[in-house]
């Protein structure tokens, strides 16, 4: 079967780091995305990883291990605008793309 | 970047309308495009994959006689949601996968949701 776990809520200070981790047990790996979703819009594009190891891009890196069906998102310097939901995705390896997301992580980032 | 529009992106109808919304990608060809369903407070969750010239791909579960699917091209994919009923309300959200060649990540890229309210 499909699973994709993260935690639910997560609260940090501004200027902090955080940690946002997601697990997967999926029948198929073609990659792992990580999106960011403010409440009432639309998932935005953070990072992509297919190979084991660290993607940094800016504030933000995503890390990921194959063997443990593991992957974390790491914001740096937080600022109040980070603030939203990160989806963990996982892409199958079949031919159809599709991703299949986790339930979400609500961050919530405090002055 | 590239650019999805989705159109209307905001919906309140009677029960029993029927419901018609596009999703187009503006400076890219997608051969696919994903339909997602998103209650509040919970994730994505995909509804079918719908891929140009031919019939859409259904997640189980998913009534195809309810959730019409048609791409007619290469920018321009359509959910009818037939004879909708207050159930129905939620926000649905299209993508399009961006082709960037065969190591590319080939994204996918998000419009802005249509959220449908039906009474």
């Known amino acids: 079967g499909q699973n994709i776990d993260q935690p639910t809520e997560m609260t940090a200070t501004e200027g902090a780091i955080v940690q946002i981790n997601c697990t997967y047990q999926t029948s198929g790996f073609n990659g792992l995305f990580w999106y960011q979703q403010h409440a009432g819009e639309a998932p935005t594009f953070l990072s992509y990883?297919?190979?084991?190891g660290l993607e940094e891009k800016g504030r933000f890196s995503s890390f990921l291990s194959r063997s443990k069906g593991y992957s974390y998102l790491l914001l740096k310097e937080l600022q109040m605008k980070d603030s939203a939901s990160y989806l963990c995705a996982v892409r199958e390896g079949d031919s159809s793309y599709k991703l299949i997301f986790g339930s979400g992580t609500r961050l919530l980032v405090r002055p | 970047g590239a650019v999805v529009s989705q159109h209307p992106s905001w919906v309140i109808c009677k029960s029993g309308t029927s419901v018609k919304i596009e999703c187009r990608s503006l400076?890219?060809?997608?051969?696919?495009m994903f339909w997602y369903r998103q209650f509040p407070k919970q994730s994505l969750m995909l509804m079918a994959t719908?891929?140009?010239?031919?019939?859409?791909?259904?997640e189980q579960g998913v009534e195809k006689d309810k959730f019409l699917i048609n791409h007619a091209s290469l920018t321009l994919s359509t959910l009818t949601v037939t004879s909708a009923h207050p159930e129905d309300s939620s926000f649905y959200i299209c993508?399009?996968?961006?082709?960037?060649?065969?190591?590319?990540?080939?994204?996918?890229?998000f419009g802005d949701g249509t959220r449908l309210s039906i009474l």
């Open positions: 400076d890219f060809q997608a051969t696919t």
């Open positions: 990883n297919v190979l084991d």
């Open positions: 719908s891929n140009e010239g031919s019939k859409a791909t259904y």
């Open positions: 993508s399009a996968r961006e082709y960037l060649g065969e190591r590319g990540n080939q994204p996918q890229h």
